[in-house]
């Protein structure tokens, strides 16, 4: 099974469970998705259900957070964040503010999907990580699904809140392959996980550099460097338990964020850690993240820009003092 | 202006808690004077002065526990204090009564003035690099950093490098107060002695000596002396050898950065048991100097000190070389592990009566076995050996020594 079947999968188990649920997006009935995602879906459920949208993401964005306020479970796909930006306004001045300005009235328990990542040559316009800057606001939860369990299981969790959930999808993970339990299910939404044990330093990532980072672990432990990887899951809120009690035990913190350095998520990472962690730390705390560059078109280019494993290990190494 | 700093009163020193001032400021000091007694592991020890001059400052309150190298108080010389009247702390809200210059300046024995010490202020290194996880393992446990090697980023001081300091076996217990700390010692010799291990590759040599010469001339001597003024055999073997350790200089001195430093005087560390488990070999001072009825005396005084638990400065870091006696409750033979910065350690088994052959005939003789363990990266085993005849032949003219 694929990530994009597992994400998919959950759509169709939500749009069963809950007949308050429906997706709405553009090109996500007819067309299948733009990643192919709801292929399919449409044939399944009827045009009531899957609904395509003009091109207009805030126009459909608003739509998606009235209908949440009115009693639906709207699922709206963005597309990708690149395209979000459009719809900005709803997100940040509406969907998140709701709550807070209708003095606890109002609700949008609406959850918003979207692609999200470079590495398709899709050029500087199309290839943004911007997760980060959506964690930065108070109102929305923000969630970065890395694995096959977490694409199948997160949705439904995320619908059940009561305010509004951000899902970003990597672009790179569409096509991953793994096995995917028969009754997989629910996830939590709101820790963040170990996806590997170790004990010299903490890895720190989400979402497409998961298995970037992985890989370099792997690359570690050939030389002896035992690394725990952290995959956080949600960005918001961060799950400052996990992280402060792995860097505690290791010392030692590189944080893998594919979005631009300053002012990123992973600065954000690396400041609780100095918070709440700072006597247990032995080493500078490391950051891989992406160069601050428009994403090039260039393959080799594009591939430079953002965070790969030899980065990861030559980091992690840096941390330990070796090189 | 001299700064008196917190001396190193044995390689494993990292820091000590200053217990007692027996000065003020104002206080005219000469050089050698107790001024102060710390607290170490080793228990309280009075610390000396190497300047002559008034205190103008006590830098460090009673109860402090301070590295190595910490300016404890400042000396003014004696050419200075004259000239100044600087308030020494803050005034006090009632005007401060004018210190008392002594009416004669010291007490000057000798008029021997001697030359000012260029002032032994270590020079203040750059901050080292130690990472927040070490600072605090290191305080938690009272590690001087500056003892401590880097091995992370930059050759930051990790973690993992303070656990190394500290030695994985010693788990710090909660410290006691009183003079002597057991358990504290315990730890302080665990380190010393891990690090010897660790870092000196000991060889060994034994040595059996006839010592019956030795005991009719000293029954001899004994038997016209009170008994708290007679020798007692144990003082024999330590001239013995003190006096073939300012002959056999490989021996006697410290092994310190690599290389090995000969000591111009000879002070034998005595390895002091005491009471409870600890141990501790502080300095009879120029023993092979000594005659046998003073260095009789001087360790006679060393070892109550030692049990009382107050050791002076200089007698903990002194050491040359050290000698281990089990006495007469012992065993045959013993060997040592070298004390660092050291680079030997003679070992004195008790005497056994033997059948041994002298002029061809089988007799009963008093034989001990001495054993050296010696640093191989300073000496080798024919030295050795040279070095361990020559106390043998030392001890068959008991008069002599």
Known sequence: MTYREAVRQALRDAIKRDERVFLMGEDVGRY???????????????????????????????????????????????????????????????????????????????????????????????????????????GIKVLAPGTLEDARGMLWTALQDPDPVLIFENVMLYNMTGKLAADAGPVDIDKAAIRRIGRDI?????????????????????????????????????????????????????????????????????????????????????RVCSEEVPIPYPRHLEIAAIPQSPKIVAAAKSALGRS | MVDFLMPSLGADMEAGTLVEWLVKPGDWVRRGDVVAVVETQKGAIEIETFQSGQIDQILVDLKSKVPVGTPLAR????????????????????????????????????????????????????????????????????????????????????????????????????????????????????????????????????HQVDITACEHWLAEKNASLSPDNRLLLGALPVKAVALAARRNPAFNGFYRDNKFEPAQAVHIGVAIAIRGGGLAAPALHDADQLSLDELMSHMRDLVQRTRAGRIRGSEMSDPTITVSSLGERGVEALYGIIYPPQVAIVGIGKAVVRPWVIDGAIGPRSVITVTLSGDHRVSDGHAGALFLAEIGKLLQEPDKL
Not at chain 1, 73 to 94: G, H, K
Not at chain 1, 104 to 110: H, K, M, S
Not at chain 2, 128 to 141: D, G, H, I, N, T
């Open chain 1, 32 to 138: 299948g998705g733009c990643y192919a995602v709801s292929h399919g879906l449409l044939a399944e459920f009827g045009p009531e259900r899957i609904r395509d949208t003009p091109l207009s993401e805030s126009g459909f964005t608003g739509a998606g957070i009235g209908s949440a306020m009115a009693g639906m479970r709207p699922i709206v796909e963005l597309m990708t964040v690149n395209f979000s930006l459009l719809a900005l306004d709803q997100i940040l001045n509406t969907a998140a503010t709701v709550r807070h300005m209708s003095g606890n009235q109002f609700g949008v328990p609406l959850v918003i999907r979207m692609a999200t990542g470079a590495g398709r040559q899709l050029a500087a316009q199309h290839s943004h990580s911007l997760e980060g800057w959506y964690a930065h606001i108070p």
């Open chain 1, 202 to 286: 903490s890895l720190i990532t989400y979402g497409g550099s998961l298995w970037k980072t992985l890989e370099a672990a792997s690359a570690l432990a050939a030389e002896g460097i035992e690394a725990e990887v952290i995959d956080l899951r949600s960005l918001r809120p961060l799950d400052d338990a996990t992280i402060t009690a792995s860097v505690t035990k290791t010392r030692r913190a590189v944080i893998v964020d594919e979005g631009w350095r300053s002012g990123s998520l992973a600065a954000e990472v690396g400041m609780r850690i100095v918070e709440q962690a700072f006597w247990s730390l032995d080493a500078p705390i490391g």
């Open chain 2, 75 to 206: 000396i003014r010389s004696e050419g200075e204090a004259k000239l100044a009247a600087v308030p020494v702390a803050p005034p006090p809200i009632t005007p401060a009564p004018t210190p008392a210059v002594p009416p004669v300046a010291p007490v000057v024995e000798r008029p021997a003035v001697t030359l000012p010490r260029p002032p032994v202020t270590p020079t203040p290194a750059a901050r080292a690099r130690v990472s927040p996880a070490a600072r605090r393992l290191a305080e938690e446990r009272g590690i001087d950093l500056s003892t401590v090697t880097g091995s992370g980023p930059d050759g930051a001081i990790t973690y993992a490098d303070v656990e190394r300091r500290i030695g994985a076996a010693a788990v710090m217990p909660e410290r006691k107060r009183g003079w002597l700390d057991l358990s504290a010692m315990r730890t302080a010799i665990a380190a010393a002695m891990a690090r010897s291990k660790r870092e000196i590759p000991h060889y060994y040599l034994e």
